[in-house]
């Protein structure tokens, strides 16, 4: 599977932005996708996850109420729903699909997409 992401952007404080990522190749419903965030010199960190077929949601605490991850399997994509922005969010964002299984560490994931920036502006 061949993933793009888009809807970075530049936002203020407070502001909103939703992260699209396009799957070219099938997703089952086995399947977990997941948003990871990472920015220079730090891990990349476990954002959302989301279980493909049921729909059953997981997200990082720092992100919980915040942030939607959900999919729309009519058009292969999963979306990231980001509000209340913090300037902490800013980061390099990227989707993924893990190899089996859910997981929160970006090394059970195989396939990536290219990161998208989002920059908060306090």
């Known amino acids: 599977v061949q993933l793009q992401a888009s809807g970075g952007g530049l936002v203020q404080a407070g502001g909103s932005l939703r992260l699209s990522c396009a799957a070219s190749g099938r997703v089952f419903s086995s399947h977990v996708m997941g948003w990871f965030r990472q920015t220079p010199g730090k891990e990349r960190e476990f954002v959302a996850a989301?279980?493909?077929?049921?729909?059953?949601?997981y997200y990082a605490d720092s992100v919980k109420g915040q942030f939607t991850i959900f999919r729309n399997s009519t058009e292969n994509a999963v979306y990231l729903q980001m509000n209340s922005l913090k300037p902490d969010d800013t980061a390099d964002y990227y989707c993924a699909r893990a190899r089996s299984g859910l997981s929160y560490t970006s090394t059970a994931y195989g396939d990536w997409g290219q990161g998208t920036l989002v920059t908060v502006s306090s």
């Open positions: 989301i279980r493909w077929g049921s729909g059953v949601t």
